[in-house]
């Protein structure tokens, strides 16, 4: 028992295995083998290395954004003048990521809280009895008003009147805004901080830039109207009923070269407004909200009420950056080479299924152990070696007769090689 125990240790620690080769002599199967390992290093050199950089690793930013609008709007209504500066037509403050531009509106003055009829074609009524209770949006007193025919609400007085949007928008002018955009980027993985005012952008290039995508494609200041022709819109269009829009500032970073050339790029895309670029069929169409300003007239409390058209601008920021590092280089290495043994797998089933000479290769590749082995080498006294040797040889003098057989493959050269 002790001996046993010995010779396995001995075995185990001063013995090495190795894998049986065969090597198989046939154009079309060779040819197979190539043209899969050539795609398969193909894969790993055009798309891992080359288009997916699986030799880098990846990290994205944390960011920060500051906006701020410029620009003095004025509108004539009725003969009233008016001129609109950025604390009235940006919603909401300043320095947001997500603010909306006014840039048309319905206005309603005066009105206070009280008793009035309901607008014609709301709520109408022949009677006191049509009146009774209340709706989801107005408050309804019980009474019918007989000179408009509509029920007495509870409510803001006058109640506003907003079917008709003024056409053309009231704040043209809004084209000729502009917008700073002031990003800061962090990478923490590998500790770099870049800003979107990159290298020869100063305040002298600030104050007379506009950007362009073309000739200015780092200028952070943008006009509205370009803002809006960018993203595939129409200004009065999208002017009158209100929208929105996306800027997208792309961060995508090689930190193997330098810094430097790390740059922002930014990318403008339309998320819904145009009404008669998009489905008619639509319930709601553009982007609206009210905005009452409340005040004290003879100590009664009033409010103007606006309800607001406006474009929605949405800046997003993305980012990628990456830099050479040796873990997933070795991984995309391995796991390469790991593909590769689907040309052996592919292989292997063609040689021992498909050609006619199957049984000859099965033969060549497996070496077959049986319990009657030992019993029929005890029995004709062989050493067991020496009984292998015999039916190996038997079985290749089988492969050499199929071989010669009408049937097989004509010219082979592997019974060539195993006369050898």
């Not at 319990?371 to 079985?395: I, M």
Request: hydrophobic fraction near 35%; include cysteine; proline fraction near 4%.
């Amino acid at each position: 028992m002790k001996s046993q125990i010995t010779n396995a240790l001995a075995d185990f620690f001063f013995e090495y295995e190795t894998p049986r080769q065969v090597l198989v002599r046939n154009r079309r199967v060779g040819v197979v083998c190539r043209l899969i390992q050539l795609g398969v290093l193909a894969y790993i050199i055009g798309w891992v290395f080359i288009y997916e950089k699986g030799y880098q690793s990846t990290d994205t930013a944390v960011s920060s954004v500051f906006s701020k609008m410029k620009g003095v709007g004025y509108t004539n209504v009725n003969g009233t003048e008016r001129v609109w500066d950025v604390a009235d037509y940006v919603f909401p403050s300043q320095g947001d990521s997500s603010f909306v531009v006014m840039t048309n509106y319905i206005i309603t003055e005066g009105q206070k809280m009280g008793k009035c009829p309901e607008l014609r074609g709301k709520q109408n009524c022949s009677s006191d009895a049509d009146c009774e209770g209340g709706s989801i949006k107005r408050q309804m007193t019980g009474v019918c008003v007989n000179s408009t025919k509509t029920c007495e609400v509870l409510a803001w007085c006058p109640v506003e009147d907003d079917h008709n949007i003024p056409d053309p928008p009231l704040l043209m002018s809004a084209e000729n805004y502009t917008l700073f955009i002031k990003n800061s980027v962090t990478f923490p993985l590998f500790g770099v901080t870049r800003s979107n005012l990159v290298e020869g952008i100063d305040a002298a290039y600030i104050k007379k830039c506009l950007h362009n995508p073309e000739d200015a494609p780092l200028c952070p200041i943008f006009r509205l109207g370009d803002i809006v022709k960018l993203s595939g819109f129409n200004f009065e269009t999208i002017a009158r009923v209100g929208g929105a829009i996306g800027i997208v500032v792309e961060w995508t970073c090689n930190f193997d070269v330098d810094v430097t050339h790390c740059k922002p790029k930014y990318h403008f895309h339309g998320l819904y407004g145009n009404p008669a670029e998009t489905d008619k069929a639509r319930a709601s169409v553009g982007y609206n909200f009210r905005y009452a300003k409340h005040y004290l007239e003879d100590k009664v409390q009033k409010r103007t009420l606006l309800k607001v058209f406006g474009i929605r601008i949405d800046i997003i920021v993305q980012s990628l950056a990456r830099k050479f590092d040796i873990i997933p280089t070795l991984t995309a290495i391995g796991s390469g080479v790991g593909i590769f043994g689907v040309a052996t797998v592919v292989c292997d089933l063609v040689l021992l299924y498909l050609l006619p000479k199957r049984e000859f290769y099965k033969n060549m590749k497996f070496k077959y152990t049986d319990t009657h082995v030992q019993h029929d080498s005890e029995s004709l006294g062989l050493n067991s070696s020496v009984y292998y040797a015999l039916e190996a040889n038997a079985r290749q003098a089988q492969g050499t007769d199929q071989s010669n057989d009408p049937d097989s493959e004509a010219g082979s050269t592997e019974t060539e090689v195993s006369k050898k």
